[in-house]
């Protein structure tokens, strides 16, 4: 009988054993992401003259949006045709050279986790925008795997901090700021609803000078990021003003960024789909 105690026992302890250290890995892979090889060769790309070109980025190294992602190629692909846009779809970092960089009017971070690009191409991105262009991050762009001061100072405006648990995703209406451009908001109604992964950041992107667009009531909704006896400390959220997309003049050039993006239903949204036509427009009108 002790024999087949110490047999369950020892079970138990080792699949414990194992359910901790996959969870450790995923923690990691979610903060750091994992090692990869950096892409180097500039690819070889057409760019008509006749249309603005648009580069869609969608490697990632941490957390994967598998279904986001899928699903936002084809509403990109859709959005092309209908203005005219060149669009050039990579995971490949090789694009980020300051001369195929300076053919695009919008670069898109769509829910790029981790360190995607090395540092090299980070200083020629950063010069991309700093003379003129536009960056736009989407959901997963805006998590804490970069590790890169200038994307999270002039992109992000503030420091991820978590997203909710349980439950992770909930409904929420969707709020116009008063001060948004009026070319961000066109077509779509001042209020909206929509299910999403709300991250929670450690500041406010409006206290660093960021131009809120969007934001939602945060003390409607559960922020609570703690797990167990894993996680204590998340137990918090950004309060009545939680901004959901918010943008910034950097330089000559602009930044874009929205929380909203975890999941294909997102691109299931109309009003959700036509802010990033929105941006878009506004991005490559510099």
Not at 212 to 241: C, E, H, Q, T
Not at 246 to 275: D, M
Request: aromatic share 14%; charged share 20%.
């Amino acid at each position: 009988m002790k024999k087949v105690i110490k047999i369950i026992l020892g079970t138990v302890l080792v699949i414990a054993l194992l359910l901790i250290g996959a969870l450790s890995l995923f923690v990691y892979k979610v903060k750091y992401g994992f090692p990869v090889s950096y892409e180097t060769e500039a690819p070889s790309i057409t760019f008509p003259a006749d249309q603005a070109s648009i580069l869609l980025f969608s490697k990632t190294t941490g957390f994967r949006h598998e279904e986001s992602i899928e699903a936002s190629k084809r509403v990109f692909a859709e959005l092309a045709k209908k203005n005219n846009w060149f669009l050039y779809e990579t995971e490949a970092g090789g694009v980020f050279n300051p001369e195929q960089l300076a053919k695009f009017s919008v670069v898109i971070f769509n829910n790029s986790t981790g360190e995607v690009i090395n540092d090299e191409q980070k200083k020629a991105l950063e010069k991309y925008v700093e003379n003129g262009g536009c960056l736009i991050g989407i959901h997963g762009a805006g998590d804490d795997s970069h590790h890169w001061d200038w994307y999270e100072a002039n992109l992000m405006g503030a420091k991820f901090s978590h997203h909710p648990i349980s439950p992770q995703f909930q409904k929420a209406d969707i709020f116009l700021d008063s001060q948004a451009d009026s070319l961000l908001s066109a077509q779509i109604p001042p209020t909206w609803s929509h299910t999403d992964e709300w991250y929670v950041f450690f500041e406010n992107p409006r206290q660093k000078g960021f131009q809120v667009i969007y934001r939602i009531d945060g003390d409607k909704i559960n922020p609570s990021g703690n797990i167990s006896f894993l996680v204590k400390d998340k137990n918090f959220g950004m309060g009545k003003d939680h901004p959901v997309a918010w943008c910034k003049q950097t330089g000559r050039g602009k930044t874009f960024y929205t929380s909203i993006g975890h999941g294909k239903q997102a691109w299931e949204n109309p009003y959700f789909v036509k802010l990033i036509e929105n941006v878009v427009l506004w991005g490559k009108n510099q």
